[in-house]
Structures are given as structure tokens and as C-alpha cells.
């Protein structure tokens, strides 16, 4: 999956893929009219499957919690899903998975 920086669970506003124009979520991209629908629901069900992936942490699933980062990173590759899904992978006793995806990074923190 191809990453876009347009698509955040959180945000209040998208970025259209097709022309670039930041507006606030619709199912129609209010300058070129490209339907957004689809980019809508993936970053809604992004955002239920982080929700559920913290939701986990909390009550101590650490491999319910995997699995749900696992889905929110399929969904959107971002630094947000990234980080969640590397301390899922830490907590599951994985370390291997959260150092390749830490090295995998684009977006590299200073520590």
C-alpha cells in the first residue's frame, strides 16, 4: 500500500488524493468533486482498529492488542500506527518485529 499523507484516523481534515485540496471530511472533495467515501471509511476503520488496539493494552491483551496495530498499520502506514504497532510487538515478547519496524521507519525520531 502506497503511503498518503492525507489520511489521518484523527484528523479533522483530508487531503483529496486526486487534486490536494485540505478540507475537512466529506464523502466529495469539495474542488474536484473526487469521491472520498472509500478514503473515509478506511480511515474510520482505521481508527476503530487503534481504538480497540488501546483499548487491549489496557487490559493487558498484549496479543488481542498485536493484532488490532497490526490492522490499523495494514490500513494507514503512518508514524502514529507505526509507533503503536512497535510497542504491541515489544509487549507480545516479539522484539525482532518492533526493531525491523523501528528500522524500517521513514521518519526517524532523535532520541
Request: glycine fraction near 2%; hydrophobic fraction near 45%.
Amino acid at each position: 500500500m502506497a503511503r498518503f499523507s492525507g489520511i489521518s484516523a484523527y484528523a479533522a481534515t483530508v487531503c483529496c488524493p486526486t487534486c490536494r485540496a485540505r478540507q475537512e471530511w466529506t464523502d466529495q472533495c469539495r474542488r474536484c468533486r473526487s469521491d472520498l467515501s472509500l478514503l473515509r471509511r478506511v480511515a474510520e476503520h482505521c481508527r476503530l482498529a487503534r481504538t480497540a488496539a488501546l483499548a487491549a493494552l489496557k487490559k493487558g491483551r498484549w496479543l488481542e492488542a498485536l493484532a488490532h496495530a497490526q490492522r490499523a498499520f495494514a490500513l494507514n502506514p503512518q508514524p502514529e500506527s507505526r509507533r503503536l504497532l512497535a510497542v504491541c510487538y515489544l509487549l507480545a515478547d516479539r522484539p525482532a518485529e518492533a526493531l525491523a519496524l523501528a528500522a524500517a521507519d521513514p521518519e526517524p525520531h532523535a532520541p
